[in-house]
């Protein structure tokens, strides 16, 4: 499932006059914090059979450059596996099926929720936290 989130606000139009280096922290950091608040809801609405899934719960920020496209993921990470019984239980390739469902067991829903609870303030806390950043650079700098 993918959000997209296309605006203009007045912090981003600031961050981009920035050196590329000091851009790419910035929006790095705050995307890193707005998606916390997403995560932490998945986390929360994740379904626990094992804790499994709950557990390899994570953020990755990844940076498109040919597109000038910044994304924040969040969802099972890859890099998670469990030995249970000499067994590797690797969540990533599960999530999905738990949260649109099978043939055999009913959907739980866990991401999209997550994400329509938490999209106001995914939004509020990335155009905070570019204009904390953006401050503190300037202020750094003047």
Do not use: C, H
Not at 79 to 105: C, H, M
Not at 116 to 131: D, G, M, P, V, W
Request: charged share 25%; net charge positive.
């Amino acid at each position: 499932m993918i959000a997209k989130f296309e605006f203009q606000i007045d912090p981003i139009k600031q961050a981009v006059k920035l050196k590329s280096g000091l851009r790419n922290k910035v929006l790095r950091i705050a995307l890193n914090k707005a998606a916390s608040k997403v995560k932490a809801a998945v986390i929360s609405k994740a379904p626990q059979r094992t804790g499994s899934l709950k557990k390899a719960i994570k953020i990755k920020v990844k940076n498109y450059k040919a597109r000038n496209l910044w994304v924040a993921i969040v969802g099972a990470s890859s890099k998670y596996k469990r030995n249970v019984k000499k067994k590797q239980i690797r969540p990533v390739f599960y999530a999905k099926l738990v949260e649109i469902g099978t043939r055999n067991s009913p959907a739980q829903p866990y991401l999209k929720p997550a994400l329509q609870a938490t999209k106001q303030q995914y939004l509020e806390t990335l155009r905070q936290s570019i204009q904390d950043q953006v401050k503190q650079i300037l202020s750094q700098s003047a």
